[in-house]
Nanobody, 121 residues
């Protein structure tokens, strides 16, 4: 069992920045960030291998950056130039699957409780 705890969410105006953190109980898995708006499916935002290889959804490329510190068992999501459409609950997740880079929910086994990000126009 892997425990994941997100932090760093909040409210920001459009164009602003936030950095999300996710503390994990282990660093042995690939990791990802997902987001969900009420009434919609959870969507993948970014993923990172056990090392430094990263993948992004088209909607956040050039604005978001995923990274990890394996010594601290912490995952990060730096979000810049935020837009109102980025408003969502953000979840970190861990994947034992080699398909993690596809950013699909079924490939991620462990999930945090989420942290809310609200971007106002």
């Amino acid at each position: 069992q892997v425990q994941l705890v997100e932090s760093g969410g909040g409210s920001v105006q459009a164009g602003g920045s936030l950095r999300l953190s996710c503390t994990a109980s282990t660093s042995i898995y690939a990791m990802g960030w997902f987001r969900q708006v009420p009434g919609k499916q959870r969507e993948g935002v970014a993923a990172i291998s056990r090392g430094v290889t990263t993948y992004y959804a088209d909607s956040v490329k050039g604005r978001f950056s995923i990274s990890r510190d394996n010594r601290e068992n912490t995952l990060y999501l730096q979000m810049n130039n935020l837009k109102p459409e980025d408003t969502a609950m953000y979840y970190c997740a861990a994947s034992p699957s080699s398909r993690y880079y596809l950013l699909q929910v079924p490939d991620f086994r462990y999930w945090g409780q989420g942290t809310q990000v609200t971007v106002s126009s």
